[in-house]
């Protein structure tokens, strides 16, 4: 989704900005632009439709001098990906400029309004109305007292541009995060958040502000999060943070735990392999010290809540979007089997505008990785409003969600660049089946029990290792069949979630029409779309319902088309009746879905690069869905 990158301090803002973007461009973007300050006091704005190379190439042409500036990558909302609409938009006569993620929802009527006042637009978004509201009350205190006094304002701490800013943001209806520099004062920017992240880099005598953290990895590690309804001050040497309702606040300065490394591609091709091929190590972070042999369960530090709190959950509300909300299917098998307890898994976006009779026991789960998203953010409100206890399972650490639920569980799986998501789902299912252990423990589960399910997790960074080793076999057959247009994914039991994963993949990186379907169900509907250029692909390792997936498999033969099986061994009937076999190392029918899902990852992957496209920025999609 959008990003915001800002620079204030000794040096030319415009390298930092375009090196900041390039890191942002993970989040999905399809266009992107920058406006500096120039010595000679002129707002200067370059702008680009399409990758961030076209900007990058422009600004060769026409480098951008200054060392106050701002750049972004914008996701189109409003209006098309064109270079009129990207941001940043200049405000009234050219005052000020601005930068905007997230969607102002009265555009409309403010845009009618500020041309009645004789604005004038030149995009089609709805962010360019943020530009002319903030610069029509600038430019009414101008009206009243037209010759501007620098130092009388400066002496004042901007009180009449922060007026000007805090009336604007008091007419919004939406989300932003926003950034603004005003033409006259290359000394100051402003940063202000509602609903969409924003952080400031503290560096020595300079100042960066940026949508992630992952911009200012390698230039500060000091950082500090705002807060919705917060303003930053930001000049070269000073930052002060004003909230709408409290006044100046002190900000806490954090430090950031990234490495250059945990952003680049580490000699891979592409982030998203990198990533697939990470998981053993991120598993691994995922579990760091949380399983406990001597009381055979899981202990997790940011629960926030009592053990005896805990045992009188008697139902869990799992809800999240896309891949995270397959994890969470995982997890409703999980907590199922091992806690005993009734769980309903609901999309984010769904789960916002019901109304489903909850009761007083259920503890609301929202799964995320970036702890952004839009929907997941809104149904996780909705349910805290009605008084539930809400907890996070979640990757980016100081995230929205991360901070707005009452507590939960970090994945600490590091940053994940590539858009369609790999080591964030198998590091959710692995935290969800140390939270099925909890809870399993806090209520039947005996220590032998806890302790089986301790070894067995302790196996899985080894366990995904072997199934990776099948790499070479899964590229062999992805250019077996990279030209069909169809593919069927299916798979029972704990394997379901892993089938619809493994459609949602392919879909999401080669633009190949995926479906995944429970396998049984195939036969009520999918199964009329069989043929021969129709690969299904059958997650059939092992387990109670082997025989029963069989079958599925013999059904499909039978209209000719072809078979791909993940399975565990050689010479077993699913490797027989398969046209293709790949084979995964056996693991308890609970961690399937975890190292059945790496061949699917690499199969995507692989089957994307081979049609030629932009695995780690896919068409249409945005990392991080901040819109509703
Ligand atoms: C976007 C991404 C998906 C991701 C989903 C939920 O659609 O492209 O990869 O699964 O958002 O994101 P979250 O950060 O909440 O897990």
Redesign the pocket.
Known sequence: MCGIVGYIGPQEAADFLLRGLRRLEYR?YDSSGLVTITPHGRLVVRKAAGRLDRLSARLSDEPLAGSIGLGHTRWATHGAATDDNAHPHVGGNDVLAIVHNGVIENYLPLKERLESQGYRFRSATDSEVIAHLVASYWERQLEKKPALDRAEIVQSGYAPLIAAITKALSKLRGTYGLAIVFRDFPEVLFAARLGSPLVVGVGAGEHFIASDASPLVGRTDKIVYLADHELAIVTANSLRVIHRDQGEVQHDVQVLDMMPGDVDRGGYEHFMLKEIFEQPETLQNTMRGRLSVDDATAHFGGLNFSPQQLRSVNRLLLT??????HAALVGEYLLEQFARLPVEVEY?SELRYRNPPIDNHTLVFA???????AD?LAALREMKRQGHPTLAIC??VGSS?AKESDGGIYLHAGPEIG???TK??TS?CVALAMLALYFGRLRHLSHAQGMHIIEQLQRLPDLVRQALAADAEVRRIAAKYYQCDNFLYLGRQFNFPTALEGA?KLK?ISYIHAEGYPAAEMKHGPIALVDEHTPSVFLIPQGPVYDKVISNMEEIKARGGPVIAVTCQSGTRAAELADDVILVPTAEEFLQPIVSVIPMQLLAYHIAVLRGCDVDKPRN?????TVE
């Open positions: 999905g999240a979007c896309g891949t995270s909300w984010g799964i995320t990785q970036s702890g952004e998203t997941t990757n980016v969600i858009v369609a998501s964030a789902f959710q949602l999401e999609l945005a990392k991080s869905v």
